[in-house]
């Protein structure tokens, strides 16, 4: 059995030891990284692009193999028991991967029955859950016709058809208009605080991370620089510090800007990066 | 069973609903046909041709068009993986609790289906253009589900070229530069034993080969047991070698 990294008391959700990725070619992606997460927590991973934020997110969907290191969610070891740690998380990745040939309820549906839902409750669950996405309007529409905005918010429904307990979600704000980060923003607090599920987030928006998250970590060259509750990193930076000044202090690079027409742009480049890689 | 169905559904799903797809998938080997029995249609007059026990062009031509089919179809079979693999789909999948194996399995499934019906509808189309069958319905079956058993390898060789490239063109690239080679060392266009010696040597280690000269038998001859034997142990063969390939690079994905 594994030793709980300090701070764990048991009922951590995410549990993380010493993680080490090496890709093949030798680039260490991962350099020894150690994090728990509680249950019900709303847990923001940032990093600078290419600072191991993916990696460690498709080591604990099982989608990567560790190098070295243990990764247990619910107490589930991610590499020796894969297909028990897939029943109890959702993934969006940082692409849509949704079907554009099936309409979005189709698109529901199909990946409640991938998580083990029946026919019947993945046909039930489909509608609601894009009216909660507000997609109700378009559930009969083909995802390949749905806008940018509308395919990652269907790429994120799909996340959550089969009620998880840990919600891993990469950059899952880029390409969402104002108004449906709100709406994201919200209902994964719900999620968080009414049915106690765990969500781990990686975001380059760092204003985002201060309002939702409950405990933040930064990566940077594949290590854990700082982890903690945004204020308490905050403490110590003056009385208007903002988690930029944290990210800068230990990674010594600036944050994406938060600017609307920036996230807006990097929203549209991304949603079109994703239907052009469809095909 | 019912997720590899459901799966199966899913990539059927997606080729019904782009007609275009399937239009040019069945259109391609009825313009074959036609060109080749209006081209060689001759060849059947010719007495070395009607020597090897060929009754006619568009009989003998025929199943090399019915396994033609199957080679496009078993390349779209890689390029939809490849497709998944590049829209993020194949993440989703593999981050859901479905085994590997089923994902595989429902992808052979609807390529099964779907080389069953292109190869019932060639057979019809070839019939009705004034091909025939002269092991009746039986022979017909026979041929299908031995060109559907190629189809099927041929398609796990293509999805092992997209695991292993992880790159559309280049998966492209290699099944167009093998459907060819694979017809033509074979006696799909031109009787076999008419051909160099070196060409019938290496059509002895083609599958493909097999099953066309079995299906010529069968509409031009009748049913032959020990050619049929030979064919299915060439596909027996070669189904060894290409689905644990295959297996093995899907399981390290």
């Given amino acids: 059995m594994p030793i709980l990294p300090s701070g764990a008391s048991g009922a951590e959700t995410i549990e993380v030891l010493d993680l080490v990725k090496v890709y093949q070619g030798g680039t260490r992606a991962v350099d020894g990284i150690s994090l728990t997460v509680r249950r019900g927590e709303i847990f923001g991973f940032l990093g600078p692009n290419g600072s191991g934020k993916t990696t460690v997110t498709k080591i604990l969907v099982t989608l990567l193999k560790p190098t070295a290191g243990t990764a247990r969610i619910t107490g589930i070891d991610v590499t020796a028991s894969p297909r028990e740690v897939r029943k109890v998380i959702g993934y969006a990745g940082q692409f849509t991967g949704i079907d554009d040939d099936l309409t979005a309820a189709e698109n529901a549906a199909f990946h409640g029955i991938l998580h083990g839902l029946s026919h019947a409750e993945a046909w039930q669950r489909a509608p609601e859950l894009l009216a909660t996405f507000a997609l109700g309007d378009v559930a009969r529409q083909r995802a390949g016709r749905l806008s940018g905005g509308m395919r990652r918010r269907l790429d994120l429904a799909l996340a959550l058809v089969h009620r998880p307990k840990v919600i891993f979600l990469d950059e899952p704000t880029t390409g969402l208009d104002p108004q449906s980060r709100a709406a994201l923003w919200a209902e994964l607090r719900r999620l968080s605080t009414e049915e106690g599920t765990t969500i781990f987030l990686t975001t380059q928006y760092l204003e985002e991370a201060d309002r939702a998250a409950d405990r933040v970590a930064i990566i940077d060259g594949g290590r854990l620089v700082a982890e903690g509750a945004p204020a308490v990193l905050k403490d110590g930076l003056g009385t208007k510090a903002t988690l930029d000044d944290v990210f800068l202090k230990h990674t010594g690079s600036k944050p994406r800007s938060e600017s609307p027409a920036r996230h807006a742009m990097s929203g549209i480049l991304a949603a079109a990066h994703g239907k052009g890689r469809r095909r | ?253």
């Fill in chain 2, 1 to 253: 069973m019912s997720t590899v169905v459901f799966i199966g559904g899913r990539n059927i799903a997606r080729s019904v609903r782009a007609p275009m797809l399937l239009a040019v998938s069945l259109l391609q080997p009825v313009i074959w046909l036609a060109l080749f029995s209006q081209t060689f249609g001759g060849l059947g007059d010719v007495a070395q041709f009607r020597a090897q026990g060929y009754q006619d062009y568009l009989s003998f031509f025929t199943p090399g068009m019915v396994v033609l089919s199957m080679l496009f179809t078993g390349l779209q079979s890689g390029m939809a993986t490849m497709s998944d693999i590049d829209s993020g789909m194949m993440d989703k999948f593999l981050a859901s609790p479905v085994r590997r194996l089923t994902i595989l399995a429902g992808r052979v499934w609807a390529d099964t289906l779907t080389m069953l019906a292109q190869g019932a509808i060639i057979l019809v189309i070839a019939t009705a253009m004034g091909a025939r069958v002269r092991a009746g319905p039986a022979g017909a079956i026979a041929l299908i589900a031995l060109a559907t058993a190629f189809g099927v390898i041929w398609a796990s060789l293509s999805n092992l070229a997209a695991l292993l490239t992880r790159n559309a063109e280049l998966t492209m690239a290699l099944g167009f530069l093998l459907t060819l080679p694979v017809l033509f060392m074979s006696s799909a266009f031109f009787p076999l034993r008419l051909q160099p010696d070196w060409l019938q040597r290496v059509a002895g280690a083609n599958p493909a080969a097999y099953v066309i000269s079995t299906g010529q038998q069968l509409l031009n001859s009748g049913n032959n047991t020990p050619q049929d034997v030979r064919t299915i142990i060439a596909l027996a063969a070669a189904a060894v070698i290409a689905i644990p390939a295959t297996l093995l690079a899907f399981r390290k994905v």
